[in-house]
């Protein structure tokens, strides 16, 4: 005869092994004695608080018997009022595999499907983003072939959990995520293109960028005139997470950087222009004005910047004493200052040495940014690191160069930039004539790294 395991023989077996009777048990868990009872004889299911005041009275770690509870969950109709307080213990000890085989079961039934919906948006806003994921990906499964926001929605939180420090990873984050993002709410929309215009911007994906901004522009435009704009005011049934105006404003402030990376200076500064008069603003919000005053900043500092990229070098010292009280602006800004010292031939010696504090700690976090989402910090300090390289280098500051352009490398293939890779395996090519022993074991051990495809 087998016998089959089960929350009740275990606690049977505790009582017996223990000499405790189910009264002292029940003073022990803070369960009523004639619950216990009916628990043991099988009458009624075990709640989830019972569970862990048992386990909790028996000794045992958090968590024990949850994979037996899953099962006699199973062994009843469905529960929701079971289930959820089940789903959320799981979320908490990251019992995933638990999660997901108690998901599966339960999008069966498409009835369940709405609720665990609404779970996994509770754990996603508790930042429980694997166990949110977990229920996401059985929703987003069960309801492939609707056409619902519900299945967007799954979407975009995948594709915004799915994020990290690896860019091919990303990249594909980002392919998958597209096709959803014009089933979701209109509002909706705005965040989802302005995450999926940060992701293509990192990527250096330009043309990408200047679509999805666009895009972004046009939509908030419209929705812009319906609330403020025509005869009649009207109230939109949602409302986005920021101040309407700023994905208007977000939109110029992306396509001057597309217009920067393409040489066109004098069209990103009509976009400047966009962006720096902001008089028909309606929202007065302490957001709202707390935004104004940040582009306003921006436009000035990238008015300057786009001269300077223009060949305008006299604009330089201004330009430098702008920038250098604006904490999250001067990674940038030093990157675009080396990047015109290379093209037009002028020494920034002077500005290096004035931030060489700042460099150096920008060094020790890998250029994380408080502003700026981490995927374009780290592809704009990798970028800063190939550019003051290709500084130093030019100046025949060799062992500098080198080693710069080494740091550049390894962030690169921390990130998996191929782009950024390719350009630092160049240049070391070129000048690994110069190159001391100790860097060249450097270049060998770091391009070892480099996975083949």
């Not at 990103?268 to 004005?289: F, G, Q, T």
């Not at 920038?323 to 602006?329: L, V």
């Not at 550049?408 to 395996?425: E, F, P, W």
Request: proline residues 2%; glycine residues 4%.
């Amino acid at each position: 005869m087998i016998h089959t395991t089960t929350i009740r023989s275990e606690l049977d077996f505790h009582l017996k092994k223990t000499g405790l009777t189910i009264n002292q048990f029940a003073e022990l868990s803070k369960i009523n004695s004639g619950t216990l009872s009916t628990i043991i004889k099988g009458i009624r299911p075990i709640a989830m608080q019972q569970l862990d005041r048992m386990v909790s009275a028996m000794g045992l770690p958090e968590g024990s018997f949850y994979e037996l509870y899953a099962d006699e969950c199973f062994a009843y109709p469905l529960n929701w009022r079971r289930l959820k307080p089940f789903l959320y213990r799981c979320a908490e000890l990251d019992k995933l595999k638990l999660i997901q085989k108690v998901v599966r079961y339960m999008t069966d039934n498409l009835a369940y499907v709405p609720l665990l919906f609404d779970t996994a948006e509770d754990l996603f806003n508790q930042g429980k983003y694997s166990a949110a994921a977990m229920i996401y990906e059985s929703v987003a499964e069960s309801e492939k072939y609707q056409h619902s926001e519900r299945l967007a929605l799954c979407h975009y939180r995948l594709f915004t959990i799915s994020l990290g420090h690896d860019q091919e990873k990303n990249l594909r984050a980002a392919t998958k995520f597209e096709e959803f993002v014009e089933r979701l709410d209109e509002v909706d929309q705005f965040d989802a293109l302005k995450d999926l215009a940060n992701i293509y911007s990192s990527l250096r994906y330009w043309d990408k960028v200047e679509e999805i901004a666009e895009k972004m522009g046009r939509k908030a435009t419209i929705q812009y005139s319906y609330k403020y704009e025509q005869t009649k005011s009207h109230c939109l049934q949602k409302e986005p997470k920021r101040p309407l105006f700023l994905y208007i404003i977000y939109s110029y402030l992306l396509r001057s950087g597309v217009c920067d990376e393409r040489g066109d200076y004098e069209q990103a500064l009509r976009y400047v222009l966009l962006y720096s008069e902001l008089s028909w603003v309606k929202e007065d919000s302490e957001e709202a004005h707390r935004i104004k005053e940040q582009y306003k900043m921006w436009a000035v500092a990238n008015t300057y910047l786009y001269q300077l990229l223009s060949g305008k070098v006299e604009v330089l010292p201004d330009y430098v004493a702008y920038i250098e009280s604006k904490e999250d602006e001067i990674l940038p800004a030093l990157t675009k200052i080396l990047q015109a010292a290379n093209q037009y031939h002028f020494n920034v010696d002077y500005i290096l040495q004035k931030f060489q504090s700042k460099i150096s700690s920008y060094t020790a976090i890998k250029g994380q940014s408080q502003t700026y989402h981490h995927q374009v910090g780290e592809d704009r300090y990798t970028h800063f690191l190939i550019e003051l390289s290709s500084y130093y280098l030019n100046r025949q500051r060799y062992e500098d160069g080198l080693t710069y352009l080494l740091d550049g490398l390894a962030v690169a293939i921390d990130i998996h930039k191929d782009d950024a890779i390719l350009k630092c395996v160049q240049s070391f090519e070129q000048f690994r004539h110069v190159a001391s022993v100790e860097i060249q074991n450097r270049y060998n051990i770091l391009i070892s790294e480099v996975k083949i495809k």
